[in-house]
Nanobody
């Protein structure tokens, strides 16, 4: 199983980034997909999830700014991040979950700084 994230980088406050995660080795359409993040010295936290049938859930701190989407034909899940804030700086991880099974990507760094 591989989850490969891309799209991270350095952006100014108020800017946008789009993260992508491509999955292989799983039957993607059956999995709930999610994005989590971990800032230095903090625990990993949920950012957004999308179920196998497209239902979405967001952490309060990203509602109205981030949008998660999935493309089952391409085995990808995306996270569109707008109105970024310095406190959004973290390593962002892709997750695939099905029952008790959970797979993680290696993470991609997002830095929001002037």
């Amino acid at each position: 199983v591989q989850l490969v994230e891309s799209g991270g980088g350095l952006v100014q406050p108020g800017g946008s980034l789009r993260l992508s995660c491509e999955a292989s080795g799983i039957i993607f359409k059956f999995y709930a997909m999610g994005w989590y993040r971990q800032a230095p010295g903090k625990q990993r936290e949920l950012v957004a999830t999308v179920t196998f049938d497209g239902s979405t859930n967001y952490a309060d701190f990203v509602k109205g700014r981030f949008t998660i989407s999935r493309d089952n034909a391409k085995n990808t899940v995306n996270l569109q991040m707008n109105s970024l804030k310095p406190e959004d700086t973290a390593v962002y991880y892709c997750n695939a979950a099905l029952g008790s099974v959970s797979h993680w990507g290696q993470g991609t760094q997002v830095t929001v700084s002037a």
